[in-house]
């Protein structure tokens, strides 16, 4: 199982990034895809979620109506769209899966909102 983000950067407050996580290594149209993000100081937490097909999803209460979680099972990667970004949304961004109760992760990509 791999899983390779990409997509962060600095971005000034307001402005949008979309975050890209490829998968291999599993069936990816088979499994739930999650993203979590962790700030300097404080615990990982989970920001979205979105169901095998892509039919439901979920969100934190601090990016409701303004990140939006999508997968392309076609090309085995998950997306989340990023915008009226705050500097509270600053954190290591990583993607999720877990197969059979084993939790995979990937290395993470780093988001910067700051002016």
């Known amino acids: 199982v791999q899983l390779v983000e990409s997509g962060g950067g600095l971005v000034q407050p307001g402005g949008s990034l979309r975050l890209s996580c490829a998968a291999s290594?599993?069936?990816?149209?088979?499994?739930?895809m999650s993203w979590y993000r962790q700030a300097p100081g404080k615990e990982r937490e989970l920001v979205a979620v979105?169901?095998?097909?892509?039919?439901?999803?979920n969100y934190a209460d601090s990016v409701k109506g303004r990140f939006t979680i999508s997968r392309d099972n076609a090309k085995n990667t998950v997306y989340l769209q990023m915008n009226s970004l705050k500097p509270e949304d600053t954190a290591v961004y990583y993607c999720?899966?877990?197969?059979?109760?084993?939790?995979?992760w990937g290395q993470g990509t780093q988001v910067t909102v700051s002016s």
């Open positions: 290594g599993f069936t990816f149209s088979s499994y739930a």
């Open positions: 999720k899966t877990r197969i059979r109760r084993v939790d995979y």
């Open positions: 979105i169901t095998s097909d892509g039919g439901s999803t």
